[in-house]
């Protein structure tokens, strides 16, 4: 089902396995990434969903700015997601590929309190968030 859709951003959810899926279609404005970033806690939060997914294959580099953004405002409330599995696919530019270690590597610093993997595909991440299911 389809929960969001704009020319930069799409999210779906999986009723099936109760999975969230964000994917990144381009560049957006600051203004944009981060409503949608809100957005996206907000779904989570909302449904009480345990699995999501953001798929930043198509995201470029976000500026400065909202990596500030990211790491000091949304970090603290993704942290609080009602989340089980998290799974990033990482972005086919490398400087993204690098501001996403860079968020990644923040959990070594105050930790996640669900499990977070990086991927390279969708069917490796989906595989993953489901296999939790099977624990």
Known sequence: MVLSSTPYHHIEHYPTHNVIVSQWYGACTSQEYRDTLRHFLHLVTSMGVPYAISDRRLLPPIPIEDTRWTLREFLSDFRKLPLKRFAFI?????????QLRYFVDNEKVVPFPFEVEVFEDL???????MSASLE
């Open 90 to 98: 990482n972005s086919f530019d490398p400087i993204a590929e690098k």
């Open 123 to 129: 069917t490796s991440a989906y595989e993953w968030l």
